[in-house]
Every structure is written in C-alpha cells, then in structure tokens.
C-alpha cells in the first residue's frame, strides 16, 4: 500500500489468499479487464484502481458465499484499505447482498459488467471455436434471449447497470466484449482462431 494506494501485486495476492477456484480467479481477471477498458474508455485518471477492484470485488465469494459483500468489507477494513475501494465493491451486490447502492461511475460499471462477464464467457464456450476474438454482440443477444442459458448470470442487473450508466444494451455487451479480449490468454477464452 502506497500512501493510500493498493497496488495490483497486494490486490491479486489478497484475491488468491482468498480464492482457490479457477474460474472464479478467471472471473476476476475478466472484470479488471473491463474495468480498465471502461476507465479508459470514459478517460478515468486512474485507470489502476478500476482494475484493482474489479480484480477484488468477489473476494469473499469463495469462503463466505452466505456473506458474500458483507465480509469483504471487514477483510479489506482490517487491511487498511481506502472506503472508496470497498463500498465500490460492497455496491456491486446492490440489491442482492447489499444495500449500498452504485452511484459513482466506478461503481456502476462494476455492476453493469459483473453479471454481464459471466453470461459472455458462457457464451463463448459453447461455440465451436471457444474463442472471444471474433464473438459478436449478436451471438450474445442471441444467447441472452434463451433464459435457459447461463441462467445464474442475472438479465435484469445487467439491464439496471447500463441504465445507470445511460449506455444501450448493445454498446455494454460490445464494450464487455473489447475488455475481456484484452486477456482472452488469462482467462481461458482465446480459442482456437
């Protein structure tokens, strides 16, 4: 911690103390990405901290699913980290497992994407392919309709968060889409091209 600031070294140490399971360390790499592609995108300053907690923001899933938003905010209290960094992450569960409610940019991309990343990635290994590279937003749309598929990721938070924003549903997914190609490596959906 730099007088203030979290690095990413302390942030993905912290998220592997805490998480074992691969996909959900691979969910957490995916929403950093989009987080930094959104930072960038809006022209955020501070493109690191985006990222840092994207990469953190379901760090208490894995051990406390029954706390899930709730805990985080102790773990990271304990560590001394800013409350900026935790009631973003705490408000990404708004609604759900939380009662703080997304209100900076920061905090309302992290709830637009969060469930979005999933339902993309889910996407992406049904096709033949299993690559992002070359998904589209139609494939996704597509998908989206089916409410069978990937049914966990939830339509209506999605749909809430690009409200938020005052983005339209196609240009959320898009942008997700350019986010998560940036580490298509990382997280498993590169594909056979």
């Not at 990271?76 to 992450?89: G, N, T, V």
């Not at 990721?153 to 409200?163: C, D, H, L």
Request: charged share 30%; aromatic share 6%; net charge negative.
């Amino acid at each position: 911690m730099e007088n203030g600031h979290v690095t990413r070294e302390e942030a993905l140490a912290l998220l592997k103390e805490y998480n074992q399971n691969e996909s959900l360390i691979k969910h957490a790499l995916a929403v950093e990405a989009v987080m930094r592609h959104f930072a960038e995108l809006f022209g955020e300053p501070d493109v690191e901290k985006w990222g840092i907690i994207g990469l953190v923001h379901d760090l208490d899933y894995e051990r406390y699913p029954e706390q899930h938003c709730q805990k985080v905010r102790e773990i990271l209290a304990d560590r001394q980290w800013p409350e900026e960094y935790i009631r973003s992450i705490v408000s990404h569960g708004w609604g759900i497992c939380s009662d703080v409610e997304p209100v900076e940019r920061m905090e309302k991309v992290l709830y637009a994407i969060d469930e979005l990343t999933g339902l993309i990635t889910a996407t992406v290994l049904v096709r033949p392919n299993k690559s992002i590279m070359d998904l589209t937003v139609k494939s996704v749309k597509k998908k989206w309709k089916q409410k069978s598929f990937a049914a966990g990721a939830n339509r209506e938070v999605i749909e809430a968060g690009a409200e938020k924003l005052g983005m339209n549903l196609d240009e959320l997914i898009a942008e997700t889409i350019k986010g998560m190609q940036k580490v298509a490596d990382e997280i498993g959906l590169k594909g056979e091209l």
